[in-house]
């Protein structure tokens, strides 16, 4: 029998029900015992997720994984179907959960993002008419906002200040992730990076919020003395520092006191600068990588991240 | 007028520095949260200088690889082509529009539409805003008038524009070198700018710089006939690139002046870029024009704090760096020496830029003050006396040569 016989043959045959007696492929590496999922939704529907997130004091990551592991949750298709699905919410679930979850979307002949996404529009409607709650979206926080309460609240130095636009763009990344803010971080040269984030410090700056002390009228000497050291001489170039002003701290508590979100916002926030805010930036990278991967697809240095993240601690 | 060209002047736009602040659209849109934050913290008008020359030529908006200078210009292209069928003009935007005569009434309205609600559009995020953030002018869209055609598509789009915002508009008249030689020309186009609608004119002479028009008095005998045709129509008369030079004319009939924080005069050509080195490289603000670091130590240096005063400069900066017991020229004069490809070159540092940029700022507001309190040529007159009197200065020459050509 020829070669071109053999094509012939295999070509003949009908496959289409042999998948079922396939067996399983090996994992070509193991896998982790968690797994993120990330799911794309109406940003409506986040806002609704999170506001009964805050009546119930219950992070809305939580009540999400809830709601996916919940198989009483008859799928909902709701309103949003012709919304546009331009918020993301990223929820860790047991490796062996998410399995189940894609088995029960295979047995439903839908994908299993479609299945997530109904059972949470259906945990939604059901919470909400359990805490009598009106589905008004709330406004989601802006990155200026964040910026203030991130640079408001202390770090596990005990400083308020931020040193280095890298360091800033991945704490704020972190709490976008942890928020979904949907702010727009993309995967970029060096991991995950938002240009509108050196836009809004930028602004801030501008309006006397960070950085240097500004008055209301024409500047002063020391205002242009003081703006002018912000630059570097002819020593290396140390990185910038973000510090908030006494009005920057002001507008900060304003925006904290202003209602019951930005107050639990603030502590969230906090929360995770704490816990994240690596004395080492190396350390604060390797974690980010790690935990963000898809965010460092595009990244320039992962290799070295990668030695960094292997190299022993003192 | 303070022209707004990078993100960094932004934090220059201060009150009592300045008049109103000119904003470049395309940095409006790589920028808008600062923008917003600049006009609502220096309580002084603003406007928006549109650009549209920047979608002319596809050279003047792409890299020459074919992408984008930035994701900000295809945020510009989808505000001014709404509409029209056209994305990002690939080809020069004349014959990207054809001869649809609607299409640049549509860019007109979509221009003016966006100089109006641009800044209003940009989510308040603090309680910083709350200024007006209405533009105080509305610019007429323009493109450069390389020929009669572009002269025939600008009285288009000065009058469409009018009509959208319903007011009399701002009209720049951007007339480029070749065309400013030849005095049929400057009648051509004079005869196309309309006078219907307009409550300002604003010239632009691309890549004629001060130099240029010291040295060809043909091209400055056109460019006064221009100013002055233009004046005469009982139409105030503004610049949109001003140097020393443009306020020296403040008495032929150039009345408004916006200005830029780069001190090197390059006739801003239409393809200016951002990013990149500022164009300070090496050079000093001196006596009403930039000098050389080396120049400008031999002038300067030696000078102690009153004879810098009287004859230099007393700007606030400068007379704070004397109180504080420093020479201001060590500091704006301060650079270093960088790796530049094989070999090294000497460049300013960053903060001597920033010195030198609130220096430049400052001489320049006091260049406006003098040029509106006395007549060109008493200020000028002065400035070439204190030139004399500046060991090292070749500026009396060139003043000289001001004078004698504006009497």
């Known amino acids: 029998m020829t070669e071109s016989d053999d094509v012939k043959k295999l070509m003949d045959v009908d496959w289409s029900t042999a998948w079922e007696s396939l067996p399983e492929a090996p994992d070509l590496v193991p896998r982790g015992r968690t797994a993120q999922v990330t799911l794309r939704l109406p940003a409506s529907l986040v806002d609704r997720v999170r506001r009964i997130g805050q009546v119930r004091d219950i992070p809305y990551h939580a009540l999400v994984r809830s709601w996916l592991l919940d198989e009483d949750l008859l799928p909902m298709s709701s309103t949003g179907r012709d919304e546009r699905q331009d918020a993301q919410v990223n929820v860790k679930l047991a490796q062996e959960r998410l399995d189940d979850l894609k088995r029960q979307a295979a047995a439903r002949r839908e994908p299993y993002h479609r299945l997530a996404r109904e059972r949470i529009e259906s945990g939604v409607a059901r919470e909400e008419s359990a805490y009598g709650i009106a589905s008004k979206a709330q406004p989601t926080p802006t990155l200026q906002q964040l910026m203030v309460l991130l640079l408001h609240a202390r770090g596990p130095s005990g400083s308020d200040a931020i040193r280095g636009m890298t360091r800033l763009q991945k704490l704020l990344f972190v709490i976008d992730q942890h928020l979904d803010s949907r702010s727009g971080f993309h995967a970029h040269n060096y991991g995950p990076f938002n240009e509108s984030v050196n836009d809004a410090a930028s602004a801030l700056r501008i309006a006397g919020l960070i950085g240097d002390e500004r008055s209301a009228g024409p500047p002063s000497f020391d205002e242009m003395i003081a703006h002018v050291e912000r630059h570097s001489g002819p020593a290396e170039r140390a990185p910038e520092l973000f510090a908030l002003t006494s009005a920057g701290h002001a507008a900060a508590e304003r925006l904290r006191r202003s209602n019951r979100q930005f107050e639990q916002l603030f502590r969230q926030v906090s929360e995770l600068r704490r816990d994240w805010d690596a004395s080492d930036l190396n350390d604060l990278v390797v974690r980010v990588y790690e935990e963000y991967p898809e965010f460092a697809e595009n990244s320039l240095i992962r290799e070295d991240v990668a030695k960094w993240s292997k190299k022993p601690k003192p | ?407």
């Open chain 2, 1 to 407: 007028m303070l022209r707004v060209r990078q993100t960094e002047d932004f934090e220059y736009a201060r009150p009592g520095l300045l008049d109103e602040i000119l904003i470049n659209a395309n940095l409006l849109e790589f920028r808008p949260d600062s923008a917003v934050a600049a006009v609502s913290t220096a309580s002084v008008p603003y406007s928006i200088d549109p650009l549209l020359t920047q979608f002319q030529l596809p050279g003047w908006w792409m890299n020459a690889d074919g992408t984008l200078k930035g994701n900000h210009y295809l945020r510009l292209a989808r505000a001014y082509f709404a509409d029209t069928g056209i994305d990002l003009p690939t080809t020069p935007l004349v014959s990207a529009v054809g001869g649809r005569d609607e299409t640049w009434v549509r860019i007109a309205a979509n221009v003016v539409r966006y100089q109006r609600d641009r800044l209003l559009d940009i989510r308040p995020q603090l309680d910083f805003f709350g200024a007006e953030l209405r533009p105080v002018r509305i610019f007429a869209p323009a493109l450069v008038a390389f020929g009669p055609n572009e002269d025939r598509i600008n009285r288009l789009l000065g009058s469409a524009a009018s009509a959208a915002a319903g007011r009399p508009i701002s009209l720049p008249v951007i007339v480029p070198v070749d065309r400013l030689r030849d005095p049929v020309d400057v009648a051509a186009v004079l005869e196309g700018v309309p006078t219907e609608g307009v409550a300002e004119y604003f010239l632009w002479t691309p890549w004629v710089t001060e130099d240029l028009l010291l040295a060809d008095e043909d091209l400055f005998a056109n460019v006064l006939t221009l100013i002055d045709a233009l004046a005469n129509r009982d139409i105030q008369v503004g610049h949109l690139y001003g140097t020393y030079l443009t306020l020296a004319l403040r008495d032929v009939g150039i009345t408004t002046f916006a200005h830029h924080l780069g001190w090197i005069d390059k006739g801003q050509p239409a393809e200016v870029t951002e990013g990149g080195a500022r164009s300070c490289q090496l050079y000093v603000p001196g006596i009403r024009r930039p000098a050389r670091f080396l120049r400008a130590r031999q002038m300067g240096r030696h000078l102690g704090n009153a004879d810098y005063q009287d004859l230099f400069c007393n700007c606030t900066w400068c007379v704070g760096l004397f109180d504080a017991g420093h020479h201001p020229l060590d500091l704006m004069l301060e650079e270093q020496t960088i790796p530049w490809g094989k070999g090294s070159r000497q460049t300013p540092t960053s903060r001597a830029t920033a010195a030198n940029t609130w220096h430049f700022l400052q001489a320049r507001r006091q260049e406006v003050l003098a040029f509106s309190m006395s007549s060109s040529s008493e200020v000028i007159a002065n400035d070439i006396d204190r030139a004399a009197r500046l060991a090292g200065s070749d500026d009396r020459d060139r003043l000289t040569r001001i004078a004698s050509t504006l009497a």
